[in-house]
């Protein structure tokens, strides 16, 4: 292909990574604690469930185009799967896959199991679960925070 396909590529990759990231920083920094101080528990719950939902659907469509061209991009610079672990590039490119597959992982299991199981406790009033279910998804969000900045760095580290 054109060099300018491989732009487009390139610019595709990095809309991907910049979505699925900044789409998980905006709701964990700016969505959930804006809704914590609305006051009205009820109605911050429904507008961060919201925005969730409308993000998961974002966020999966970005994290899909991330590992397409994420694939195409490491077809186009010619290496093989099995040459991955010969080289710093390929280690580097495994670890970012690790880090983004374990992301994938961990963004599923809060969105599918611990957020409505956070939710559920609230809606039935019981706070010392509701607590137990929010501090695992603290937890969910500080691994994808450090998680993210370390598949960023990985990524800057990779341009030649």
């Known amino acids: 292909m054109r060099d ?7 610019f595709l990759h990095v809309l991907g990574a910049a979505t ?30 919201s925005a969730a939902r409308r993000f998961g659907v974002i966020g999966a469509v970005a994290f899909a185009l991330l590992v397409t061209t994420g694939f195409a991009l490491i077809d186009h610079r010619g290496v093989a799967v099995g040459d991955l672990a010969e080289s710093d590039y390929g280690r580097r490119i495994v670890a970012k896959m690790v880090l983004l597959a374990a992301m994938g992982v961990v963004t599923l299991l809060h969105a599918l199991w611990q957020g409505p199981r956070a939710r559920r406790a609230d809606e039935a009033d019981d706070p010392a679960t509701a607590r137990r279910w929010r501090l695992l998804g603290a937890a969910f969000d500080g691994f994808l925070l450090v998680a993210a900045l370390a598949t960023l760095w990985l990524a800057v580290s990779l341009v030649p």
């Open 4 to 10: 300018d396909v491989w732009t487009l590529v390139r």
């Open 20 to 49: 699925w990231v900044g789409g998980m920083i905006v709701l964990g920094a700016v969505a959930v604690p804006a809704a914590r101080r609305a006051g009205d528990r009820a109605a911050g719950r429904r507008v961060v469930t």
